[in-house]
């Protein structure tokens, strides 16, 4: 669910002249055209949010666990 909102900017990365194409057919292309081509220009902001995003969802985790497994032992349970 964290990587969800990456899905509207693959496009402009993965395919930018279809892309292009697809916002001059809808009229709104000149408001977005900036930002299309300087989004194509950082095709590496993709890869870097999704490895940031794995590598705080596993830190986060772990924290996770040890909190868990320190109430669970207080508690008896484990």
């Excluded at 408001?31 to 590496?44: L, Q």
């Excluded at 996770?64 to 484990?78: C, R, Y």
């Amino acid at each position: 669910m964290a990587l969800a909102p990456m899905g509207a900017y693959i496009p402009m990365v993965v395919m930018p002249a279809q892309f292009d194409a697809f916002m001059k057919n809808k009229g709104d292309f000149a408001s977005f055209e900036g930002v299309i081509h300087s989004i194509g220009a950082t095709w590496w902001a993709i890869p870097a949010m999704i490895i940031g995003t794995i590598v705080c969802a596993i830190i986060g985790g772990l924290i996770g666990k040890k909190l868990m497994k320190k109430h669970f032992e207080k508690a008896g349970v484990v």
